[in-house]
């Protein structure tokens, strides 16, 4: 790849991937809405508010591929997910129809099915179950990428992240967890494949307890190494095990079920 444009750069998962993007591409163009710190030697740095189409029109010119973490991440006021999570999809996709349809790699979430218990076992066709507004909107995000898949040929991997960070943090995370590794090598596959098409794929290390099946797309010759079970003990002692009647302990998407609708100002 001669150009690779890494949206969310100077977010928790951004900042942790930035690093570890150098030689996946000649150039990774990191973007943000807020500072980016100073450019590597290999990058370059484009403040970008993905809600901003002519922004997001030269953020995308001259990519090759995408990887999209930008946006809110977690439950909000509708009017700031709609902004980056709705408007900020539609002007990437658009922007990305208008260059050439570079691959995207979608920063989709383990909340588009938050209302699945945790004794369920998930795969890719099972129907969407948000757990709030901010997992409406990867419900949409995903949807909006199929769409440009049907209608264009944009191929897109849509990945529902679990927990993506450097340890597990609690019980439910021994089940969501992805290690940085393994969302590294998942990356490589994603570009690295000939044909990606639109699938949908859990992103999860190879935990013991895991909810999600992702054999469907074993084509993209992915093995996650990590197994988030090694923190077990560390957890155990950490903190107690929430109790069976909480909701953290009987939804998949945790403590997201729970939140409520932000009022606006
Ligand atoms: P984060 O909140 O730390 O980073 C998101 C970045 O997007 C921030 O740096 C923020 O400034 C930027 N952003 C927000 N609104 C924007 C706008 N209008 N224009 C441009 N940039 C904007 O989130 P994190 O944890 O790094 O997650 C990255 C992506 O992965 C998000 O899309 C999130 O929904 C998704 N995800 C992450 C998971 C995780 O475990 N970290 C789990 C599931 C999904
Ligand atoms: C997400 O979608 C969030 O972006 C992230 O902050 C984590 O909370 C993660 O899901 C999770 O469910 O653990």
């Known amino acids: ?46 403040i970008c508010d993905l809600g901003d189409r002519a922004a997001v029109d030269r953020l995308v ?25 709705l408007l900020g999809l539609y002007n990437l996709y658009e922007a990305a129809r208008a260059n050439g349809m570079p691959r995207i790699l979608f920063a989709s979430s383990n909340h588009t099915i938050g209302f699945y218990r945790q004794d369920e076992y998930l795969d890719h066709a099972t129907p969407m179950k948000p757990d709030g507004l901010y997992g409406v909107s990867k419900c949409f995000g995903e949807a909006l990428a199929r769409m440009y898949h049907e209608k264009f040929g944009q191929e897109t991997a849509l990945v529902r992240i679990g927990s993506c960070m450097e340890r597990p943090k609690n019980h439910r995370m021994l089940s969501t967890w992805m290690s940085y590794d393994d969302f590294l090598s998942m990356i490589e596959c994603i570009f690295r494949v000939p044909r990606l098409g639109c699938p ?40 107690a095990r929430p109790e069976p009647d909480d909701a953290v302990a009987i939804y998949q998407g945790g403590p997201f079920v729970r939140d409520p609708i932000f009022a606006e100002d």
């Open 1 to 46: 790849m001669k150009r690779l444009l890494l949206t969310g750069a100077a977010g928790g998962l951004g900042s942790a991937m930035r690093g570890r993007l150098k030689g996946l591409a000649e150039i990774v163009r990191v973007s943000d809405i807020v500072d980016l710190g100073s450019p590597a030697s290999h990058e370059e740095a484009m």
């Open 200 to 239: 949908v794929i859990w992103g999860c290390s190879d935990n013991d307890t895991r909810w999600w099946d992702n054999s469907h797309v074993s084509y993209l010759g992915w093995h996650p190494r990590d197994n988030a079970e090694r923190f077990r003990a560390e957890i155990d002692a950490a903190m």
């Open 61 to 85: 010119e001259g990519c090759d591929a995408i990887i999209h973490l930008g946006g809110i991440s977690v439950e909000d006021k509708f009017s700031k997910i709609m902004n980056a999570n």
